[in-house]
């Protein structure tokens, strides 16, 4: 290589070096003023933000510029690499109160379960056993067959008077009773929930069921209420000391004797649980088993278990003598005009019925005392 070429060489390396170290001077005044800014801004943060004070913020800034990889930059390093503050801690966001000391709390909202829970609905069985009668009035009135003997006789000779017959009847009436219940609800929080009302409907008619089983069973009857089937029902006094059992199966055949037929038995869970574990000498179930538990059912009659009915008595029945009078099905009524729903923004909700209980022969419904 010439001295020209070389010399020329020299020169152009020098005059990048110095393009390279101007550049670096640039590039170290851009973030002197960038640091600047960042402790300005470290300062105007407020107590209990991510910095807490202008001296944290400045102590950041200074252990950054005096770190070793800040003054390799200085002197012509392409970067400073990563800086770490390790005792520089940032508040964790966790769940409210469930954080530790210093954590920024954030409050989640719960996952709600949908629907009402905790609302014991049992079966009502004795209204499916029951027979059913439409009636357009709210008393019904039907003519009961009294004391009737059976007079037929043989006519002996030719021309003797025949043997005449009696037949007493009553008339009975059944009134017909009005059952209802209501709630109020905001306009608000039926139009934020659409299920909540169909929700308070269904416990509302349900209600309604209960309190009509209830009444069929024990109602005391008078003004505006049912005359349920205990009031109507003739006492039955077993022969010798029976089981359970056997009592129920005397006032079954007893029944069965006076013409009825005997096709429903009504008792007490408790009662009906007595009977299905009664056990042998030998200690062996006689009615099924806990694996294999017994069908409902006496002497080949049907047993409909409900809680309305006092424990120590079991009713014996001919169901086709007895009937729920329908005046009017449940019915659900939703209004904003009740009272001051209308400047309120509420809601009553309404659920009504009208039913009551007919028996139309005396005797066809026993009691026993078990």
């Known amino acids: 290589m010439s001295l020209e070429l070389l010399t020329k060489s020299i020169e152009d390396h020098s005059r990048a070096v110095e393009s390279l170290k101007g550049s670096f001077e640039k590039d170290i ?16 943060i407020p107590a209990g933000g991510i910095r807490t004070s202008q001296q944290k913020g400045s102590d950041i800034a200074n252990r950054f510029i005096e770190s070793d990889q800040f003054q390799a930059l200085t002197k012509g390093a392409p970067s400073t690499g990563r800086v770490a503050m390790s005792d520089i801690a940032i508040k964790s966001i966790t769940n409210s109160g469930a954080g530790i000391a210093g954590s920024t709390d954030y409050d989640i909202a719960p996952q709600r379960a949908q629907g009402l829970y905790n609302a014991p609905l049992q079966p009502l069985s004795l209204l499916a056993a029951l027979p059913s009668l439409p ?19 043989f006519q002996t000779e030719e021309g003797q008077l025949k043997a005449e017959a009696a037949m007493p009847t009553e008339l009975e009436q059944a009134q017909v009773a009005t059952i209802a219940h209501w709630i109020k609800a905001s306009q608000q929080v039926l139009d934020d929930a659409p299920a909540l009302s169909q929700q308070i409907g269904n416990l509302l008619q349900y209600g309604l069921m209960a309190k009509l089983e209830a009444s ?10 049912i005359k349920g089937l205990l009031s109507h029902a003739v006492a039955y006094t077993p022969t010798g000391t029976p ?14 004797a006076a013409g ?9 869970p408790t009662d009906w649980f007595s009977v ?10 006689i009615l099924g088993s806990p694996r294999d538990p017994s069908p409902a059912g006496l002497w080949g009659i049907q047993v409909v278990l409900t809680p309305s009915l006092p424990t120590g008595t079991a009713l014996v029945m001919d169901p086709k003598q007895v009937a729920v009078l329908d005046r009017m099905q449940p019915t659900l009524v939703a209004s904003r005009d009740d009272d001051k729903n209308l400047t309120s923004n509420l809601v009553t909700i309404l659920a009504e019925m009208r039913a009551g209980l007919a028996v139309f022969a005396k005797g066809a419904v026993l009691s026993v005392a078990i």
């Open 29 to 44: 005044r851009e973030v002197k003023t960038h640091l600047s800014e960042l402790e300005q801004e470290f300062a105007r």
């Open 135 to 153: 009636v357009s009035s709210g008393v019904f009135e039907y003519l009961q067959l009294g004391a009737y003997t059976n007079a037929a006789a």
């Open 216 to 225: 069929i069973v024990g109602g005391a009857g008078g003004k505006g209420e």
């Open 243 to 256: 089981k359970a059992a056997d009592a129920i199966g005397q006032a079954a055949l007893s029944l069965q």
């Open 260 to 268: 009825w037929n005997a096709g429903l038995i009504i008792l007490n």
């Open 276 to 285: 299905a574990s009664e056990r042998d000498a030998a200690g062996q179930y």
